[in-house]
């Protein structure tokens, strides 16, 4: 069972390949969007974006796009409906 528990961790850190602006590019949509979805909570760490590098004041986000536009698709749904 560990195996498998350690297949998906390295499969959840693979899933955070983008930096901030690779994102905003693949997804279309502005930092600042980006920036206001984080904040207001929408965005989770953990889900769609993490931290690169320990013990950085300010350390660079890398984020995961599938997650990310899952997510939105879903918002879109909800303000639609």
């Known amino acids: 069972m560990e195996a498998n528990s ?9 899933a955070f390949n983008l ?4 994102a905003v590019d693949a997804l ?10 984080r904040k207001e909570g929408v965005l989770k760490p953990g889900v769609h974006y993490r931290a690169m590098g320990a013990g950085s004041i300010r350390p ?4 995961d796009g599938s997650a990310i536009d899952i997510t939105l698709a ?3 749904r909800r303000v639609l409906y």
């Open 6 to 14: 350690a297949q998906t961790k390295l499969f959840k850190q693979m």
């Open 19 to 22: 930096t901030t602006v690779e």
């Open 28 to 37: 279309r949509i502005s930092a600042t969007t980006l920036r206001r979805l």
């Open 74 to 76: 879903q918002r879109s």
């Open 60 to 63: 660079p986000l890398v984020w």
